[in-house]
């Protein structure tokens, strides 16, 4: 019965702690990330552009912005990059593909269905690929998912061509964003220069005054 009664007062103790670490905004990661050796993960500071050739994109309309204050005039939390139908997927960095989402944003959405794909780089950081088709069809959807060159747990490399992309009608695109420990962030912060270089030549190659960013 002692014993019973130690068990119990030693789940309630962990319980407890766990409770007052989570509520302290404190995260103990008990599966460490591991890459098993297939890239350095400590920090994310080359990431590379999304896409294979400037011609893969048919235009720009829309980047990273924390106000209203910028050509597009509204916040967006990543870029939008607007591909021609069956271009390249590029990934930017190397990591796992923690998930992929199959949405459906109701019967009154423009688009009502996307696919929303996590890449994890490390235990604080993924890149979100957000795969809009532009098209009320889930067979749209899953032909989009069936162009896709990974599934959850792959893991892809900085370079990999990870996708084919769908576009059925004119909007369609991919948003593209950096999340950081439960935080949309600019992308501009992880990129290696040359493709900062990159991405803001073409951006200037349709809009010569735009800037990647306005935070």
């Not at 591991?34 to 980047?63: C, F, H, K, Q, W």
């Not at 269905?113 to 690929?129: A, G, H, P, Q």
């Not at 069809?137 to 792959?154: C, D, K």
Request: proline residues 4%; glycine residues 8%; contains cysteine.
């Amino acid at each position: 019965m002692k014993k019973q009664a130690i068990i119990i007062i030693v789940i309630i103790v962990i319980g407890l702690v766990g409770f007052g670490l989570i509520q302290g905004g404190l995260v103990v990661d008990l599966f460490p990330f591991d890459t098993e050796g297939r890239y350095d993960s400590s920090e994310l500071n080359d990431m590379g552009v999304i896409y294979a050739n400037r011609s893969d994109i048919e235009s720009y309309n829309e980047g990273y912005s924390e106000s209203d204050s910028c050509p597009w005039g509204f916040i967006h939390n990543g870029i939008d990059f607007f591909y021609f139908n069956n271009s390249d997927v590029i990934a930017g960095a190397p990591g796992l593909v923690e998930r992929i989402d199959l949405n459906d944003w109701g019967p009154e959405a423009a688009h009502r269905y996307t696919i929303n794909v996590e890449i994890k780089f490390n235990y604080t950081v993924s890149l979100w690929y957000g795969f809009e088709p532009w098209t009320n069809s889930t067979l749209a959807q899953a032909q989009q998912v069936a162009m896709f060159n990974f599934e959850v747990g792959t893991w892809v490399a900085k370079g990999d061509v990870i996708a084919k992309f769908l576009a059925k009608a004119g909007s369609a695109h991919i948003h593209f964003g950096v999340v950081q420990e439960g935080e949309w962030r600019d992308p501009t912060l992880y990129m290696s220069n040359s493709s900062y270089d990159e991405l803001q030549e073409m951006i200037w190659d349709f809009h010569p005054s735009w800037s990647i960013s306005y935070p």
